[in-house]
């Protein structure tokens, strides 16, 4: 357990190698090992992943894992005020505790939740996507205009490669590297990493641009307050992260921002966000690590995998002889309970050990800009390369650099294009499902109808947020 | 017309150009979500480009003595970020011609010398770079990094 701790923070930094790679590194070695073993070591590896990739996305604007993306959002802008400490504090104990919350929760309601994921259909899942997609809406930074303008290129962005049902090619210009579409670790460096770093350089000085209030260790124990400062926020961003784990077919990458957007609309002071404000923090990574619980469940006693690296833990299972399913919780109880405890145990120890670092990892906010630039050029290419060994996403990085600068210059929203581009795929895929399944009228259904009366308080909210400030729209 | 205009035509030109291209797709499905999608961006810009000319008739009748010397320093600022995206594309074109692993310490030792930092600094750092890279990379998640073009036609990768 110990070994996945180390593994799983230690690769972390990399964009692409972070979650997934390690766990399908140690995949070919479960005939070695035993099932109690074998298995808490791949699921410990999945979960310290995200507290690894939390502090690069705060301190470099990489992030080390995708569902890390939301957390740069105002993470980096905290390293810029010269609180990269606080917010990391804040990030590593609000993913700690949504680990371990989410745990907790899978324990309590797992004869509630499995009822209910069994009800779950892909009309449903049409309008639990069409609801990450209204929070494009509550993304929008300054101009709602610019926010959805963004959010449609996004969703648009997704559709380049084949079409999920038909499988014709769509805007590859002939080119086979295009076929399965652009890669979401290239899109995440190109449009935040490459951007910063190209603007720290022309800038010059260091990321953090004033002096810190607060020495190193009184600014990570104010973000350790913060958490519990904003409980409430917590406790509602791990819910969704846990919920959406449990949905089989979302992926991670998406509940952190369903729980940013959810912050920002319930927010005082929606303004803030997006310059450096704590909640932004707590938000994304209470909920990304509180996913694995959710998923986690589904898989055991579904057999169902919520996330890519749920499916490389049903891999590991079969590879041991196991069949997840409903039995699994009856006949192989002990193992059950003992990968959930695996989750709560390693993301204690993994949070200890990042709490250590964190004075030490923030100072990288004042190294110059001449010795930074060329380490985040280094590691946000690198790991593009690495996401599927080909050169071509390195380009692709490259290409959306080009795009996050003008983006980044000209105030249109990065997240809100991030958000479109990760839900849209899976929209389109759901949606035609659902056509074919259920004919035009899919969507009535009481889950579906419950979910469309949500989508339109959130987009009412949004327009009623933006009619207030005159300026905005 | 302002610079921001102009993006918000090129945003609506690859939106049209889209639509354009996905009538010619085969099947519906394929279509249908591009056209959506192309006339929301099609709409939306619109709105943005009235909006953009509205500001830029409102700033261009408030035009001070300040604008010319604003004009100097955005230029600056343009030339330091081409500047800097021109050693992204640099570290580029070498990644592709001799691979990461002479690329990466050349491009650290060169930025960082180049920038005022010392030798022995610049070489530490470089070496620094590749060996955390390469660690990472091959022995602990054994993918192994791109060798270069000129390597891989040499065979020597």
């Known amino acids: 357990m110990f070994l996945g701790v180390l593994i799983g923070l230690s690769v972390g930094i990399l964009p692409a190698i972070g979650g997934l790679v390690p766990m399908a590194m140690v995949l070919p070695f479960m005939f070695l090992l035993r099932p109690l073993e074998g298995l808490p070591l791949i699921v410990t590896i999945s979960a310290v992943g995200y507290q690894g990739g939390s502090m690069t996305a705060?301190?470099?604007?990489?992030?080390?894992?995708?569902?890390n993306a939301a957390t740069l959002i105002d993470g980096f802008p905290m390293t810029q005020k010269g609180e990269a400490a606080r917010a990391i504090g804040a990030a590593l104990t609000s993913s700690t505790l949504g680990g371990v919350g989410a745990v907790a929760l899978a324990l309590a309601v797992i004869p509630v939740l499995l009822y209910i994921v069994m009800a779950i259909t892909s009309a449903d899942m049409v309008f639990v996507i069409l609801l990450g997609i209204s929070f494009i809406a509550v993304l929008a930074e300054r101009s709602m205009t610019k926010g959805l303008l963004s959010g449609a290129l996004g969703l648009l962005i997704s559709l380049i490669g084949y079409q999920p049902v038909t499988g014709i090619p769509r805007f590859t210009f002939g080119s086979t590297f295009l076929?399965?579409?652009v890669g979401l670790v290239p899109v995440i460096v190109g449009l935040f990493a490459i951007p910063e770093a190209i603007a720290l350089a022309a800038t010059g000085g260091t990321v953090a641009q004033v002096e810190a209030k607060l020495a190193g260790m009184q600014q990570v124990l104010e973000g350790v307050k913060d958490v519990f400062r904003h409980w409430w926020l917590f406790l509602r961003s791990m819910v969704i992260g846990y919920v959406v784990g449990v949905i089989p077919g979302i992926g991670g990458a998406v509940a952190p921002f369903v729980a940013y957007g959810q912050a920002k609309a319930s927010s005082r002071h929606p303004e803030k966000y997006g310059t450096g404000c704590v909640e932004g923090v707590i938000a994304p990574e209470s909920a990304n690590n509180a996913v694995l619980g959710g998923s986690l469940l589904t898989t055991l006693a579904l057999g169902l995998p919520g996330s890519a690296g749920m499916a490389i833990l049903l891999g590991a299972f079969i590879l041991q002889g196991l069949?997840?399913?409903?039995?699994m919780m009856t006949e192989h109880c002990d193992l059950s309970l003992t990968l959930l405890l695996v989750v709560v145990v390693t993301n204690i120890i993994a949070g200890g050990i990042c709490f250590g670092l964190i004075p030490h990892v923030s100072k990288i906010a004042r190294v110059p800009a001449r010795i930074l630039f060329p380490l985040i050029v280094v590691i946000a290419l690198t790991g593009a390369?690495?996401?599927r060994q080909l050169l071509g996403d390195v380009i692709i990085a490259v290409t959306f650099s080009v795009l996050g600068l003008v983006m980044r210059t000209f105030g249109y929203s990065r997240p809100a294009l991030l958000l479109g581009f990760v839900l849209g795929t899976l929209f389109?895929?759901?949606?035609?499902i659902a056509l074919g399944a259920g004919g035009p009228f899919f969507f009535l259904r009481p889950?579906?109808?419950?979910l469309i009366a949500i989508?339109?308080?959130v987009i009412g909210l949004g327009l009623v947020r933006t009619l207030r400030k005159k300026e905005a729209f | 017309m302002r610079v921001s205009s102009y993006v918000?035509?090129?945003?609506?030109?690859v939106a049209a150009t889209v639509m354009v291209s996905s009538l010619g797709m085969g099947h519906w499905k394929s279509k249908l979500l591009p056209l959506i999608l192309g006339g929301i961006i099609l709409l939306l810009g619109a709105i943005e480009l009235w909006r953009e000319m509205s500001a830029g008739k409102k700033a261009a009748s408030t035009k001070t003595q300040t604008a010319t010397s604003e004009r100097k320093e955005s230029r600056e600022m343009l030339r330091r970020y081409l500047l800097a995206g021109g050693w992204v594309v640099g570290f580029v074109v070498t990644i592709y011609l001799l691979g990461f692993i002479i690329a990466i310490p050349l491009f650290t030792l060169a930025y960082t010398k180049l920038h005022g930092t010392s030798w022995w600094f610049a070489v530490i750092l470089a070496v620094l770079t590749l060996g955390l890279m390469y660690i990472i990379s091959e022995p602990l998640a054994s993918i192994p990094l791109y060798r270069g073009l000129l390597f891989m036609h040499l065979d020597l990768g």
């Open chain 1, 58 to 67: 705060i301190l470099l604007n990489i992030p080390g894992t995708e569902p």
């Open chain 1, 179 to 181: 076929y399965d579409g």
């Open chain 1, 323 to 327: 069949v997840p399913g409903p039995r």
């Open chain 1, 385 to 387: 390369f690495l996401y």
């Open chain 2, 8 to 13: 918000v035509i090129g945003i609506m030109v």
């Open chain 1, 455 to 457: 989508i339109i308080g």
């Open chain 1, 447 to 450: 889950i579906s109808l419950s």
């Open chain 1, 428 to 432: 389109e895929k759901y949606l035609f």
